[in-house]
């Protein structure tokens, strides 16, 4: 569903604006994150359900009344010719560029769901796709490995209630929301995607580095704050990926982001489970309780890597 969402938002929003766009979108969605957070501190276990299921029940009747179908960005691309050259999505080359500086042809429209062979092709014939599905690949396999990481650790080695960890949570939850609705729309127009992703996998490293050498109770709560940063990883190469795709090609594009984060949401607990368990046993080679998430930040080091070669399509045409 948040592929697809994504796909409606780059659909009515000019490429210029989109970063932006996808950030209030992922901050509303960690809003209701917290909201949901909250309320099931209130609510006994059976309403706790009942009440989740009403909320999806609204939102489905919500999207029937009042969310239109797009028309597959074509208002957009009807609307760019009276638009600045730059502010031109990379898929749409101007008339008035030179031959040299013309993008190489995106995928031609698609009518029916696409097949494996058509992802692959998304993947294998644009160099912006192929690093952002390397640095998605890897933050979430780093996120995914705290997540999975984070509570054993904490109640190892501070002794954290489950309280204390759904505190931290509301933090990370808070943190984020603030960010993304409110930081991230102010600096994305004048920062970029390239430079906003690049400082937002650095926060999500030290995020991840600063649990894994907690000294006090205190410090994964100071860790919580880079949060703030990290959070603008996702909406950025969303956005970055959104300008690499032409019309009709939204909902594919976004899609096979969401299915190379989900198979490292599958990949990461079968390592950072077992690599928590051991580093947290007596029986771990040297003690280093937080090696695993400091693995997580390692992953995410990876992903940082890629993102400093990557460059935003409006900038940078792909080679290949």
């Known amino acids: 569903m948040s592929c697809l969402s994504l796909a409606y938002v780059a659909d009515k929003v000019p490429p210029s604006r989109r970063a932006a766009a996808f950030g209030v979108f992922s901050g509303v969605c960690v809003a209701g994150f917290v909201a949901g957070t909250v309320a099931a501190r209130f609510l006994t276990v059976p309403s706790t359900f009942q009440v989740a299921a009403v909320s999806a029940v609204a939102a489905a009747v919500y999207m029937r009344a009042f969310v239109q179908e797009t028309d597959g960005g074509a208002s957009l691309l009807r609307a760019a010719g009276d638009e ?4 031109h999505p990379l898929c749409v080359p101007s008339c008035s560029s030179s031959s040299e500086d013309v993008a190489p042809p995106t995928l031609p429209p698609l009518r029916k769901a ?6 692959a092709a998304l993947l294998t014939t644009s160099s912006t796709f192929s690093r952002a599905a390397l640095v998605t690949f890897f933050h979430t396999l780093g996120e995914t490995g705290l997540q999975t990481a984070l509570l054993y650790y904490l109640k190892a080695q501070f002794h954290y209630t489950k309280n204390q960890y759904a505190n931290l949570l509301l ?3 808070i943190a984020g929301s603030l960010s993304q609705l409110v930081i991230m729309p102010m600096l994305a127009p004048k920062l970029g995607e390239q430079k906003l992703l690049i400082i ?3 926060g999500s490293c030290m995020h991840c580095v600063l649990y894994s050498i907690a000294w006090s109770p205190w410090v994964p709560y100071l860790g919580a704050s880079f949060f703030i940063i990290g959070m603008s990883v996702n909406p950025c190469i969303r956005s970055i990926v959104s300008k690499r795709a032409g019309p009709f090609e939204q909902g594919m594009a976004q899609g096979c982001l969401t299915g190379i984060s989900s198979t490292a949401n599958v990949i990461s607990p079968i390592v950072f489970t077992p690599l928590t368990a051991w580093f947290l046993s007596e029986t771990a080679p040297f003690n280093f309780k937080g090696f695993s998430l400091a693995c997580a930040g390692f992953a995410m080091l990876i992903a940082l890597a890629v993102s400093i070669n990557m460059r935003p399509a409006e900038l940078q045409p792909d080679s290949k």
């Open 114 to 119: 696409a097949s494996l062979s058509e992802m």
């Open 171 to 173: 933090v990370i939850g």
């Open 84 to 87: 600045e050259e730059n502010s």
């Open 200 to 202: 937002a996998l650095l």
